[in-house]
């Protein structure tokens, strides 16, 4: 059973930054980096949304909202993924969860909280 653990997020004044992390237990590197894994927010009353996503050989995709400003890395020999926020919008606010970025995924974590704020 693999558990997602995100954390790092927090309040932050507009044009700010803030970097997530997420953690995965439960499964070995190998099989972690396998996968394509995605940060995914959601704003109170919208669905969730994908953000950023990462194969297992670094190349990324940002949906138009985020472009330029976020930046999805991993570490897969530590089974994390990270998400650096930069030049961050009231719109960001929201939790923000990873998973794969598949149909299947694993089961959800708790999130991280941004809030952006002035």
């Known amino acids: 059973q693999v558990q997602l653990v995100e954390f790092g997020g927090g309040l932050v004044q507009p044009g700010g930054s803030l970097r997530l992390s997420c953690a995965a237990s439960?499964?070995?590197?190998?099989?972690?980096?396998?996968?394509?894994m995605g940060w995914y927010r959601q704003a109170p009353g919208k669905e969730r949304e994908l953000v950023a996503d990462?194969?297992?050989?670094?190349?990324?995709n940002y949906a138009d909202s985020v472009k330029g400003r976020f930046t999805i890395s991993r570490d897969n020999a530590k089974n994390t993924v990270y998400l650096q926020m930069n030049n961050a919008k009231p719109e960001d606010t929201a939790v923000y969860y990873c998973?794969?970025?598949?149909?299947?995924?694993?089961?959800w974590g708790q999130g991280t909280q941004v809030t952006v704020s002035s």
């Open positions: 998973n794969k970025a598949a149909s299947i995924r694993w089961s």
């Open positions: 990462i194969t297992s050989t670094g190349t990324t």
């Open positions: 439960g499964t070995s590197g190998s099989i972690f980096s396998m996968y394509v």
